[in-house]
């Protein structure tokens, strides 16, 4: 199916869900972004749609599901999204398909996890060695240029892409730090992906139980001016 034809069967997906919840006027389109997003625009009886083109290859019923959510939604109906589009975009297949195009996608990424001085595959052992991470298959971890941001790290969920701030790559930065940012950022892949809801205290309660130099690390983060 070409570009035409699936931008097509969009349309004709939210123009059908659109039309239930009183939208006569409904267009939708596929669009290329880095993270997967639904962007929309409305009137009194029209609306448009522009979907991240990761979903371009998702079945009808992940088209339909998805449709449906965000009318609900923007009814002020905050309903779960479809089990068929969270099963959809959490299969392997989906992350082995995707991850390369969001890689391709962000700015600034270096891909490489080996720096000057510090490696985050190094990092990456150590926390596994000590019990905190297992295995994440299709993990993704790069250093990223320090572009003046003061977070040091990055990570998406769907895509297992964890990136850390190149200014951490100094052997004035202690290796508990390096491993507290990403642990930091894997917590978010070991928790998994939620769209529905904040999982910001399961995370949080898997840094404060395991990670034992949490404060001196903040500490450290915050004499440089930077924060996890």
Request: proline share 3%; glycine share 6%; net charge negative.
């Amino acid at each position: 199916m070409d570009e035409i034809q699936k931008n097509e069967e969009l349309r004709n997906i939210f123009q059908r869900v659109a039309a239930e919840y009183g939208y006569s006027s409904v267009n939708a389109e596929y669009l290329s972004t880095k993270d997967l997003k639904v962007r929309w625009q409305r009137g009194y009886n029209w609306i448009n749609f522009q979907v991240s083109d990761y979903l371009d290859d998702a079945p009808g019923e992940v088209l339909e599901g998805l449709a449906k959510n965000i009318c609900e939604r923007l009814n002020g109906r905050a309903i779960e999204f479809s089990r068929a589009l969270k099963d959809w975009v959490t299969r392997p297949e989906f992350c082995k398909q995707k991850q390369p195009v969001y890689i391709e996608r962000s700015m600034g990424l270096l891909n490489e996890v080996r720096g000057e001085h510090k490696d985050l595959n190094d990092s990456l052992k150590r926390l596994q060695d000590a019990g905190l991470v297992g295995e994440i298959p299709g993990l993704y971890l790069s250093w990223r240029e320090n572009n003046g941001d003061m977070k040091v790290g990055r990570c998406s969920v769907l895509m297992k892409v964890v990136t850390l701030s190149k200014q951490l790559d100094s052997e004035d930065v202690p290796d508990f730090v390096i491993d507290y940012c990403l642990y930091n950022e894997l917590v978010h892949i070991i928790a998994g992906y939620h769209p529905d809801g904040d999982v910001h205290d399961i995370e949080s309660l898997l840094l404060l139980k395991n990670f034992t130099q949490e404060s001196e690390a903040q500490q450290f983060l915050k004499d440089i001016e930077m924060y996890a």
